[in-house]
């Protein structure tokens, strides 16, 4: 940081000092909050060179992008924050085509009056999480919105990856006979946040799963390049996902419940709340579909990942018009896995 | 896992299966209404039915809490939400059972009603404490199982003086409703719907005991079998009561023994005598006006009723046209009678309340089940 020349007298006092309006202004203040906060942690090449946009060379082949906005309350959650979810989450989109992300960019959309040491935090946790996935982020933009019209801090991720010759997975692929595949324990990211909500509180163990899973992707498709399927089921859960997927492709598919791992504290919160683990968001977690000859070497492969240790085969591919998704229950019986209709609620009864 | 696993177990449901299959005789149809929307949700998600020979069908009854709630009353909730200063504090499930005009609690938030979703009498209790400038309104709805923690509240509101909290009361009882479905005409003159026995309440049943169910067994000589909410519970609680009508009995058996004694919970109960009185009839989503159903706060606490405290209209909002949600509270209709189901009417697009809650018989039919129907046609419009 020392060839940036020292442009303000005074530095910001990140533990007492609030957001207000003249940061969001593209004023002096701005430009001092962006040198002393995003630049400092987020620190490389393309964003010390303070454009506003970042150029850099890519190779020829398949580009992917993805966005997602995050919103998520609480800002903090056991297992991460904001900050770290907001990488996460676009590492993921881009894995689930199989390509390796790149860069990264980032939107802040600050409410005035928040706490200079929280949005510190969030980007020092951001920055962590994107030196860790070894994507980082090379451009970005800082908004202020007046009090009352934000909910703390929004942020926005962009990124870009390249897929590898050879890969093309899509969730127009699944095919009657494929096998599905879950890479671990399901529900965790959304009683974690639940049970940190206004509210709810209750005392749990339970972290969130919020990871980056492109490593895992990966080696599976290292393994196995003709994977037809990748997802990460986050909002809806995997109910949500699976059931995207049998749109996509005009399929049916048929689930086991025994064989879906869930932890037993995830299902006794679930229990608690007459919530159903099925619909409860992941945010390190995917849905892999694959044909049956190659399930059981992607398990395998998924299992040696420190990220898919508890990885299952939970169900397969049908043949059926209507796109169901049915469910042999624990019981014994059948269901339907239909789409969340709303919000999931608890139940009064 | 403790208490969860142990009435799931596939095991132990295969031999209750197959005992049901043996004990039921082949010659007779054995209708079983389950009254509460937890049994409803259960035989659904885990796919009881499935476990049952083709001549034991279940009936699914009125008692899904938000459910039987008439429009009128949703109607009013809103119009307290829509007062200067407002604040509506509501179960979650409320939220998004329509009302008159296309409306819902979900919808008039989103038109600036300040409405909060609680998870407990007490969250009502903190947002009144919090919020001393604002008038807050707990949306108080359930059964037996519900009603102890709004007197709960109301005493405390009492005891702490709070003025700017008042309940709009709704709690209704569960054997009035049971009753009056017997008394009904398609079950006593018509015949159309025929009903052999009944699964009991559970929770409703923790508080209430198993005694108030005695009278209508005798009265109307059905059996009942006070089942809890576990799949295993309600298929045992099945067989209960098919040995019931092969041997023409008509009792009060107690299957959820773990909780449920006779008496049920004297704490509670004289909770409720202390703050609740009987309403003289009250208006069910189905059943229409049934008499001595529901419950009112009594005078001694009137500053904390919202019915006293504000001017509540005597709305005449009605179901949709076509909604074929009140014969289906009665057991009269299957689902998948009416026109609107799976067509205008979906979860996502609830014009009935029996479409909205996890517990009512159409979202139970839809998301769990509508596999097995018949009709392409249904499933088409999706």
Redesign the interface.
């Known amino acids: 940081m020392n060839d940036i020349p020292k442009r303000f007298s005074v530095r910001i006092n990140m533990q007492k000092e609030h957001v207000d309006m003249t940061h969001g202004s593209g004023g002096r203040a701005m430009a001092q909050l962006i040198e002393e906060l995003f630049v400092k942690h987020f620190d490389n090449d393309l964003l010390r060179q303070g454009n506003d946009q970042a150029a850099f060379d890519v190779s020829a082949g398949r580009m992917v992008m993805s966005t997602d906005g995050h919103v998520v309350s609480p800002l903090f959650f056991p297992g991460g924050d904001i900050g770290s979810l907001a990488v996460h989450g676009t590492v993921n989109d881009i894995a689930m085509s199989g390509a390796k992300p790149l860069y990264l960019s980032a939107g802040f959309i600050i409410e005035e009056g928040f706490a200079l040491v929280e949005l510190e935090r969030i980007v020092k946790s951001m920055a962590a999480a994107s030196a860790k996935a070894g994507v980082p982020v090379v451009t970005g933009d800082t908004k202020v919105v007046e009090k009352g019209k934000g909910d703390g801090v929004f942020i926005t991720t962009t990124g870009i990856g390249v897929v590898p010759d050879g890969v093309n997975i899509s969730g127009h692929r699944a095919t009657p006979g494929d096998v599905i595949l879950v890479s671990g324990y399901i529900g965790d990211h959304g009683v974690a946040i639940l049970s940190k909500r206004e ?2 509180e209750f005392e749990t163990e339970i972290r969130s799963d919020s990871a980056a899973l492109h490593t895992l992707v990966a080696s599976m498709v290292e393994a196995i390049p003709d994977i037809h399927c990748l997802r990460d089921p986050t909002r809806g859960g995997i109910a949500a996902t699976l059931n995207e997927i049998s749109q996509q492709s005009h399929v049916g598919m048929k689930l086991f419940e025994k064989h879906i791992p869930v932890r ?1 504290d995830v ?2 919160a679930c ?1 608690l709340l ?1 919530l ?1 683990s099925l619909y409860v968001a992941n945010e390190g977690k995917l849905i892999a579909i694959c044909s049956q000859q190659h399930a059981n070497k992607l398990l395998q492969v998924m299992r040696e990942h420190p990220l898919g240790q508890q990885a299952a085969i939970i169900g397969q591919v049908t043949e059926d018009a ?1 796109g ?1 998704i ?1 469910m ?9 896995v ?2 969340l ?3 999931q ?5 | 896992m403790k208490y969860v696993d142990e009435f799931r177990d596939q095991d132990l449901a295969k031999n209750l299966a197959k005992s049901i299959a043996s004990e039921a005789e082949p010659s007779r149809t054995y209708n079983v209404m389950e009254f509460c929307g937890g049994h409803t949700h259960a035989i659904f998600r885990y796919g009881v039915q499935d476990l049952m020979p083709e001549n034991v069908n279940f009936v699914h009854g009125p008692g899904c809490p938000v459910c039987v709630l008439p429009i009128p009353r949703i109607d009013n909730a809103i119009e307290l939400a829509e007062r200067d200063g407002a604040i509506i504090c509501s179960y979650g499930d409320m939220m998004r059972v329509p009302a008159s005009k296309k409306r819902s609690l979900l919808k008039a938030k989103a038109s600036g009603a300040d409405i909060r979703m609680v998870y407990s009498t007490q969250d009502a209790l903190k947002i009144a404490r919090n919020n001393p400038d604002r008038e807050v309104v707990f949306f108080a709805i359930g059964f037996e199982t519900t009603t102890p923690p709004t007197a709960v509240a109301i005493k405390q509101a009492h005891a702490q003086g709070l003025t700017n909290f008042s309940v709009f009361c709704n709690h209704v009882l569960t054997p009035a409703a049971i009753q009056h479905i017997l008394q009904s005409p398609e079950v006593r003159e018509i015949g159309t719907v025929s009903i052999d026995g009944f699964l009991g309440p559970s929770h409703v049943s923790s508080i209430i005991g198993s005694q108030p169910y005695e009278y209508f067994s005798e009265e109307f000589q059905k059996p009942v079998v006070i089942a809890g909410f576990e799949p295993l519970d309600v298929m045992q609680s099945t067989l209960m009561l098919i040995r019931q009508i092969n041997e023409d009995r008509h009792e009060v058996e107690n299957e959820y023994k773990r909780v449920v004694t006779r008496q049920g919970n004297q704490k509670a109960q004289d909770l409720v005598g202390e703050v609740f009185e009987l309403r003289r009839e009250f208006e069910w989503r189905g059943l229409g006006q049934v008499p001595y159903s529901a419950l009112r706060i009594k005078q001694a606490f009137s500053q904390f009723d919202a019915e006293q405290r504000f001017e509540i209209t005597q709305g005449n909002g009605k179901d949709v046209k076509g909604c074929e949600c009140p014969a289906i509270l009665r057991g009269a209709k299957k689902p998948t009678d009416c026109k609107l189901f799976g067509t205008v009417c979906t979860p996502d697009n609830p014009q009935g309340s029996c479409m909205v809650s996890s517990e009512g018989s159409c979202a139970a039919y839809w998301s769990y089940g509508r596999f097995r129907l018949d009709g392409e046609s249904k499933v088409a419009a999706e």
Do not use: K
């Not at chain 1, 609620?345 to 009864?349: G, M, N, Q, T, V």
């Open positions: 509210n709810l037993p299902a006794a229990e007459g159903d209507h169901f049915t042999e229950t624990r019981f014994g019986g059948s269901r339907v239909d789409w209709a709303g919000e609620l608890p139940r009064i009864c």
